[in-house]
T-cell receptor, first 112, second 113 residues
Framework: SQQGEEDPQALSIQEGENATMNCSYK?????LQWYRQNSGRGLVHLIL?????REKHSGRLRVTLDTSKKSSSLLITASRAADTASYFC????????????FGTGTRLQVTL | DTAVSQTPKYLVTQMGNDKSIKCEQN?????MYWYKQDSKKFLKIMFS???????INETVPNRFSPKSPDKAHLNLHINSLELGDSAVYFC????????????FGPGTRLTVT
């Protein structure tokens, strides 16, 4: 069964607002990654957070990880229309190689 | 300049046919992957090769056979195509097999009629 469940499934906000997406997973992990997929395109890696890290920043992105709750969140600040895409969390289970297990994705729509 | 490329981008074929999808990466990565994304956007790993050796082989029908002639190429051959094989297939690569971020190709949309 899939490792990650994302919430919400879809999110619609206006440009300039912040967007928060959540991911829950089931087993111990080595790391958790977030990817973006624009419509009809491949996935683009955004950020990787290791199991011993709690928070990570990259530009307008902020990722948190709570291993006790087996959850992560992705915050996009000051959203832009170009941020419109699907966002997936993916986990690498502890003790495995790069076997990414993807969540169900959150579809983000940013309107002008 | 393309990092991970796949051909063809679209593939329409009839049930029972055999088809191949090719993937190449110019990133110098050691590890390559094939994923299948279904109509609900659920992405699942199928295979992974590290330096031409198979390291991940999920429960995929044996009609699917990956081949890695060298570490920059990973092709996917599918025999006796079925309607349920219709999906988008993504190739990806990473620096190595140990928990690195992955770089994805643009995908091949396979439609079986």
């Amino acid at each position: 069964s899939q490792q990650g469940e994302e919430d919400p499934q879809a999110l619609s906000i206006q440009e300039g607002e912040n967007a928060t997406m959540n991911c829950s997973y089931k087993t111990s992990i080595n790391n958790l990654q977030w990817y973006r997929q624009n419509s009809g395109r491949g996935l683009v890696h955004l950020i990787l957070i290791r199991s011993n890290e709690r928070e990570k920043h990259s530009g307008r992105l902020r990722v948190t990880l709570d291993t006790s709750k087996k959850s992560s969140s992705l915050l996009i600040t000051a959203s832009r229309a170009a941020d419109t895409a699907s966002y997936f969390c993916a986990t690498v289970p502890a003790g495995t190689a790069s076997k990414l297990t993807f969540g169900t994705g959150t579809r983000l729509q940013v309107t002008l | 300049d393309t990092a991970v490329s796949q051909t063809p981008k679209y593939l329409v074929t009839q049930m029972g046919n055999d088809k191949s999808i090719k993937c190449e990466q110019n990133l110098g990565h050691d590890t390559m992957y094939w994923y299948k994304q279904d109509s609900k956007k659920f992405l699942k790993i199928m295979f992974s090769y590290n330096n031409k050796e198979l390291i991940i082989n999920e429960t995929v029908p044996n009609r699917f056979s990956p081949k890695s002639p060298d570490k920059a190429h990973l092709n996917l051959h599918i025999n006796s195509l079925e309607l349920g094989d219709s999906a988008v297939y993504f190739c990806a690569s990473s620096l190595g097999p140990l928990s690195y971020e992955q770089y994805f190709g643009p995908g091949t949309r396979l439609t079986v009629t």
